[in-house]
């Protein structure tokens, strides 16, 4: 069986349902449930019994290392992180505690358990962590993607904190020999998106009427992949990875937010018409950037399609279709996950912006 830590967050709950979807080994999923954590995400899930859920923090070394002796997975991979920048820059506190404290002590917890196995179990066993493509930094409109050796700058204490996460990893295989795998993905976007994120908040905000709040002037550009391609990439990883080796992942899609706002707006238009006739396009607004905003990323990701022949499958029409279809189709979910925290968030985050 697998470990999955953050389960049941935006891309480990699509990763575990198309998982299973795709084999039958069982999946423990540890999660926190935070705000951004949701039970609902899985509920396709609530009598398989091939996926058991924990409730815990992955800093809580007890629980961890019973879960390992309880279970022995063959691999683990971890997702849990907070995954924020506008919360990171309101309070990084939770950024340290799980993204720096938590990956330690679970790769504490991983290395007693994984110094334990025999020979064989320890050979093949891996440990799998998602990280992002923030940990470079910024790029200029002409600078090359990122490849696996562009040094890292990371900016924001969402990204520092990552980035201290990557180098834990790196320095568990280097020193430990634990069978590490990094995968530094682009933005992800497509169903179970927090609508705290650029893409579902477009949504969720035009089809309710409300401001879409461009920060700065709508021009930094992100490089988007669907999240079922991402979920491809880390399984292919998984499967066939060099071990200690680091993996970039991303769409080839490199877009400026402004487009990506345009597009959302085009789609609604089509497919839920504004009742007075005029495009979503209308309830833009420009409001004060983000300190430290990142202007550019973008992923060179020669090294997973040369060595493990992976490629995404879905375009950026294709995937923003589906997901704003998604939207539409489960805006009982949207408005399950808009509670009391999530409008103070709201209001936190874009009072006084202008
Ligand atoms: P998310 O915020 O939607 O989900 C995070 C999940 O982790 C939640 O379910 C939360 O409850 C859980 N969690 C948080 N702290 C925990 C703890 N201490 N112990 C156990 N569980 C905890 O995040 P996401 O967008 O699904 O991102 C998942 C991972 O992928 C993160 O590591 C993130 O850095 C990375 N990543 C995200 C993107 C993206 O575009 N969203 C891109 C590249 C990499
Ligand atoms: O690049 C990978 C990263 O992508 C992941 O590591 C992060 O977990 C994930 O949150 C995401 O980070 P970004 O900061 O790029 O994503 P976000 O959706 O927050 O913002 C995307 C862009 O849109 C960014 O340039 C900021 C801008 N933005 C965002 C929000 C929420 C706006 O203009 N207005 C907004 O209201």
Redesign the pocket.
Known sequence: MILVTGGAGFIGSNFVMNWLAQSDETTINLDLLTYAGNLQNLSSLSSDQRHIFVHGNIADSTLVNGLLTQHQPRAIINFAAE????RSIHGPEDFIQTNIIGTFRLLEAVRAYWNGLNEGAKKGFRFLHVS???VYGSLSKTEPAFSETHQYEPNSPYSASKAASDHLVRAYHHTYGLPTLTTNC??NYGPYHFP???IP?MIVNALAGKPL???GD?Q?I?DWLYVKDHCSAIRRVLADGRVGEVYNVGGCNEKP?IEIVHTICGLLDELRPRSDGSSYREQVTYVTD?PG?DRR?AIDAGKIASELGWKPDETFETGIRKTVQWYLDNQSWVSNVQSGSYRSWVEKNYQGRG
Request: proline fraction near 4%; aromatic fraction near 8%; glycine fraction near 4%.
């Open positions: 995954s924020h920048v506008d992002t493509d923030e682009s933005n705290e994120k650029l908040l709040p461009v920060y709508g930094q992100r937010n983000r905003h990323y």
